[in-house]
């Protein structure tokens, strides 16, 4: 909330309360009403931040630039664990930087995109009997929800 000065060395203060980007994603947050040009920041770990930009040019350059960066540098995620069990589980995402050049780096999301389209699109065609209830539901819920923001 303060005013930011580069001259000033950031606290550990400043450093705990940073908010990574990587595998982020920044969008209008559509669904916020009470206040105009707010954008919504959903993070690796499915933590929602909202801002509110002055005007609505400024709030669309804050969401194209974070986008940028979550594209650019994030690195490809790890496969997600595999168990005995039917549970879905996420992949895990790195907090690294990517070691794909640009071009790499946006052949790998368009591949990715494909996969995911594919699989959001297999989930939905087999949802679960309405007679389910529990684990089965919300697993099928918590899949259908990873694959959508993916």
Request: glycine share 2%; charged share 30%; proline share 6%.
């Amino acid at each position: 909330q303060d005013e930011y000065k580069p001259e000033k060395a950031l606290s550990e203060e400043d450093l705990k309360n940073a908010v990574s980007v990587h595998h982020a994603l920044a969008s209008k947050a559509t669904d916020y009403e009470k206040k105009p040009n707010v954008l919504k920041l959903k993070t690796a770990d499915w933590r929602v931040l909202l801002f509110q930009a002055q005007s609505q040019e400024e709030m669309q350059t804050w969401i194209n630039k974070i986008n940028c960066v979550a594209a650019v540098f994030s690195a490809p995620p790890f496969p997600a664990a595999i168990g005995s069990q039917k549970k879905f589980s996420r992949p895990l995402l790195p907090a690294t930087t990517t070691k794909l050049s640009q071009d790499e780096q946006l052949k790998s999301h368009e591949t990715k995109l494909k996969q995911i389209s594919t699989e959001l699109a297999e989930h939905r065609s087999y949802p679960p009997d309405k007679k389910l209830k529990g684990k089965e539901v919300d697993d099928y819920k918590l899949k259908d929800h990873y694959l959508e923001f993916e």
